[in-house]
């Protein structure tokens, strides 16, 4: 029998990419002058931005303002900075 596909779920599990979804993390939030130490960052790996975001820094979400906008460039860094999958097999 012929194999039609193969389905593999690279991010965690062959590739070790929390240091560098954390690293993405410090970068956005130090473009909008928020200093969030890396070490307070990594443990959230694995948490939604609608969580991470307001966890270490009260004040803001990830939906709206902007939490949304360092959202959407740690996106961005991740795409273009820190990996070189195309962004169609990235998740959010």
Do not use: C
Request: charge should be negative; proline fraction near 5%.
């Amino acid at each position: 029998m012929a194999l039609e596909g193969v389905i593999l779920d690279v991010d965690g599990t062959l590739v070790l990419s929390n240091d560098a979804h954390a690293n993405t993390w410090v970068e956005a939030f130090a473009a909008y002058d928020l200093e969030v130490p890396f070490e307070t960052v990594r443990p959230l790996m694995g948490m939604g931005g609608d969580q991470l975001i307001p966890k270490v820094v009260p004040e803001l979400n990830g939906e709206e303002g902007t939490g949304k906008a360092i959202a959407k460039l740690r996106k961005e860094l991740l795409f273009n900075k820190y990996t070189a999958l195309p962004a169609v097999m990235m998740y959010s």
